[in-house]
Antibody, heavy 117, light 107 residues
Framework: EAQLVESGGGLVHPDGSLTLSCVAS????????MHWVRQAPGKGLEHLSG????????SYADSVKGRFTISRDNSKKMVYLHMASLRTDDTGVYFC??????????WGQGTLVTVSS | DIQLTQSPSFLSASVGDRVTITCRAS??????FAWYQHKPGKAPKVLIY???TLQSGVPSRFSGSGSGADYTLTITSLQPEDFATYYC?????????FGGGTKVEVK
């Protein structure tokens, strides 16, 4: 069974940094593009970033460009999101998701990030 | 970014009802369009991709249609396990934006 498990969330001060991790199992990780999606409290889903299956190209939403960096390690079946210059409006549940073809096929259950002083 | 306007935001329905949710994109998205179901504390689940293709394992009471900028998700006979929030998503242009969500509640 395909599974994604996020970790690394927690409480961080404004302007601080945090790195989220996501480990995959049960599917051919190295053939999937990987993505991070955020859900702010009481809000909908926001696509933040994605990285190609070999890890050679990455894209970002304007809201996180220049502050967040996505990376992956196919040998460990891991994808990461390094977040810097965090703001209070970065608070939310962060999901990793795997895309093979035309949809986000697999999702994790999310990890909560709270940015507060 | 492509904006997705999803309606309604909330929907009260009973078991057995037919439910329709619509999503309008700010520009055409070439049927690169998906629908997801999300329950609190759970991983979102893809229901439909390519606007109308049912994901493997998803019950046939779910269906999708549409083209260009307008898309629809239909649940023909709502079941107890279908009470959840539904999101549309376009995968034509980065970032792959989502609609605002439709919460389907018990009437």
């Amino acid at each position: 069974e395909a599974q994604l498990v996020e970790s690394g969330g927690g409480l961080v001060h404004p302007d601080g940094s945090l790195t989220l991790s996501c480990v995959a199992s049960g599917f051919n990780f190295e053939t999937y593009g990987m993505h991070w999606v955020r859900q702010a409290p009481g809000k909908g889903l926001e696509h933040l970033s994605g990285i190609s299956s070999p890890g050679t190209s990455a894209s970002y939403a304007d809201s996180v460009k220049g502050r967040f960096t996505i990376s992956r390690d196919n040998s460990k079946k891991m994808v990461y999101l390094h977040m810097a210059s965090l703001r209070t409006d970065d608070t939310g549940v962060y999901f990793c998701a795997a895309k093979y073809f035309r949809a986000f096929d697999y999702w994790g259950q999310g990890t909560l990030v709270t940015v507060s002083s | 970014d492509i904006q997705l306007t999803q309606s309604p935001s909330f929907l009260s329905a009973s078991v057995g009802d037919r439910v329709t949710i619509t999503c309008r994109a700010s520009q055409g998205v070439n049927k690169f369009f998906a629908w997801y179901q999300h329950k609190p504390g759970k991983a979102p689940k893809v229901l439909i991709y390519d606007a109308s293709t049912l994901q493997s394992g998803v019950p046939s009471r779910f269906s999708g249609s549409g083209s260009g900028a307008d898309y629809t998700l239909t649940i023909t006979s709502l079941q107890p396990e279908d009470f959840a929030t539904y999101y549309c998503q376009q995968l034509n242009t980065y970032p792959f934006t989502f609609g605002g969500g439709t919460k389907v509640e018990v009437k």
